[in-house]
C-alpha cells in the first residue's frame, strides 16, 4: 500500500505536524556493501576434445569467493569440480567459444579484480604466486629439501622477503602446524601427515589472499585427515578464504559454505553455518 497524504484525511493542522514528524525522523543508516570478491567466475566453461568429439566439463558456472568465507565444493567423479577450482587458482584457462561462437556473457576468471584474460602467461603466474595458496591430495614437496627449505620456496619465487627473513617465516609456519622439531628433516623422511602439513605451510607462505585445496586428505589415514581438517577449519577461524573440494562429506561441511557441482553445473549453493 502507499504512503497515506496526510492532508487527504487529517484537519491542516495536525497533517502539518504529522509531516513535521516525518522530516525529522533519522534517515535509515546506509546497508553494509558486500566485501570485495576473492575470486569471480563469470560464466565459465571448459571444453576438451576436437570439432568431432568435444566433452564439456564445466558448462557456465558463475561463483563468486569473498574475503574470510571457507568454502567446499562437492561432488561425483567427473562432476567438473577440480576443473573449477584450477580455473579460480589461474592453473588453466576457460575456454572462450564453441563451434567458433563466443560465450556470453565472456567466460571469464577474476583474481582479485583482475580479469585473468587479459594477463600473459607469466602475469597470470606472479599473480597466482601473490594471490592463492595451493594444497593438492600429493604434496608435491621436493625430497631433497628440507621441510623450511620448501616452505621457503615460494617466499624466494616472490621476492617478497629477503632470505633470511623467509626462512624465519617458514619456520614460525611450521611451528604452528606442530612441526617446530622437523624443520631439517628432509621432506621424504616424513611421514604422509608431516609432508601435508608442510605442504599447507608452503601454500600459506606468501600470505595469500585465498587457500584453494584439492582433496587435502584423500591420501591420508582416518588419524591424520582428521588433524589436517583441524588445522583447515583453523586457519578459517583466523580469517583465511578457504575453497576446498572434496568427496568427504564430514570434512565439506565442517565449512560455512557449500557448492555441489553435477554434470558440470553449480547445482546448489547453501550456507551451513554462520
Known sequence: MGRINPDAVLPRREAKHLRDVEDARPPLPPQPAAPPALLRAQNIHRILGTADNLNSILKGVSVTIRPNEYVSIVGASGSGK???????????????????????????????????????????????????????QFHYLLKEFTAQENVCLPMRKLGKWPVNEAM????????????????????????????????????????????????PTGNLDRKNSEMVAEILQDISHQGQAIVMVTHDMALAQRARRMLTMEDGMLVKDEVLQG
Do not use: C, H, W
Not at 611450521?174 to 612441526?179: A, F, V, Y
Not at 609432508?195 to 607462505?205: E, F, G, N, P, T
Open 168 to 215: 624465519d617465516r617458514a619456520a614460525d609456519l611450521l611451528k604452528q602446524l606442530g612441526l617446530g622439531d622437523k624443520l631439517n628433516r628432509r621432506a621424504n623422511r616424513l611421514s604422509g601427515g608431516e609432508q601435508q602439513r608442510v605442504a599447507i605451510a608452503r601454500a600459506l607462505a606468501n600470505e595469500p589472499a585465498v587457500l584453494l585445496a584439492d582433496e
Open 82 to 136: 577440480s576443473t573449477l577450482l584450477y580455473l579460480l587458482g589461474g592453473l588453466d584457462r576457460p575456454s572462450q567459444s564453441i563451434d567458433g561462437k563466443p560465450f556470453d556473457p565472456p567466460s571469464r576468471v577474476f583474481i582479485d579484480g583482475m580479469d585473468t584474460f587479459l594477463l600473459g602467461d607469466t602475469e597470470l603466474a606472479r599473480l597466482r604466486n601473490e594471490k592463492i595458496g595451493f594444497v593438492f
